[in-house]
């Protein structure tokens, strides 16, 4: 079955790094989407992405944060300058259409720890 | 706005016990309702779904019902298993809000033999 994969599974950085999350999306879906999750908190919406650009962002996804997709397959969160505040798993996810009824497929996600 | 409450746990269950995992969500247009799990490693699945208001989703064992009148959709097993053991996740979208989802904190299930 096909599947959601991101990498690296564990990422540890110091304050003020960049940092560049990856995720390959199920290869015939065209909506993907970040993901957050702060320990012991909801998961929250980051951005989506349709058509090579931003369709949607929350508050949360600041001028520190981009996406791309750099190629036919890949789909990255990048973190200009980490705070310790940006520690939190990230998921991708992505969907064949967006319609409210319809599932997003989810990756198993990224712990970023920042030092 | 948009938000889900979810049950907060850690919940321990024997096997064979019953399982409810509460979950109610506030909504400002007409939300889809749905229970992500995700076991050890992997990413969130889709457990169940429902649409509409009184669908009852099922999958594996699992049932949930959407209940427009006390906003609710709770998590439900008769008979658990070790291998129910993971993460429950409900979550909502909504047709006022675009694409994204609404998610609650999690509840991690461990059931012991």
């Known amino acids: 079955e096909p599947e959601v994969t991101q990498t690296p599974s564990h990422q540890v950085t110091q304050m003020g790094q960049e940092v560049i999350l990856r995720c390959v999306p199920i290869s015939n879906h065209l909506y993907f989407y970040w993901y957050r999750q702060i320990l012991g908190q909801k998961v929250e919406f980051l951005v989506s992405?349709?058509?090579?650009?931003?369709?949607?962002k929350s508050e949360i996804f600041d001028d520190q944060f981009s996406v791309e997709r750099p190629d036919g397959s890949n789909f990255t969160l990048k973190i200009r300058s980490t705070k310790l505040e940006d520690s939190a798993m990230y998921f991708c996810a992505s969907s064949e259409i967006v319609l409210a009824n319809y599932e997003q497929y989810f990756g198993p996600g990224t712990r970023l720890t920042v030092t | 706005g948009n938000s889900v409450t979810q049950m907060e746990g850690p919940v321990t269950l024997s096997e064979e016990a019953f399982l409810t995992i509460n979950c109610t969500y506030t909504a400002t247009g007409y939300p889809s309702l749905f229970w992500y799990v995700q076991y050890p490693g992997e990413g969130l699945q889709l457990l169940l779904k429902?649409?509409?208001?009184?669908d009852k989703g099922s999958n594996k064992g699992f049932e949930a019902t959407y209940r427009k009148e006390t906003t609710s959709f709770h998590l439900e097993k008769g008979s658990v298993q070790v291998s129910d053991s993971a993460v429950y996740f409900c979550?909502?979208?909504?047709?006022?809000?675009?694409?994204?989802?609404?998610f609650g904190t999690g509840t991690s299930l461990t059931v012991i033999p």
């Open positions: 429902a649409t509409k208001a009184d």
């Open positions: 979550a909502l979208s909504d047709t006022n809000t675009g694409n994204q989802f609404y």
């Open positions: 992405f349709y058509n090579n650009e931003i369709s949607e």
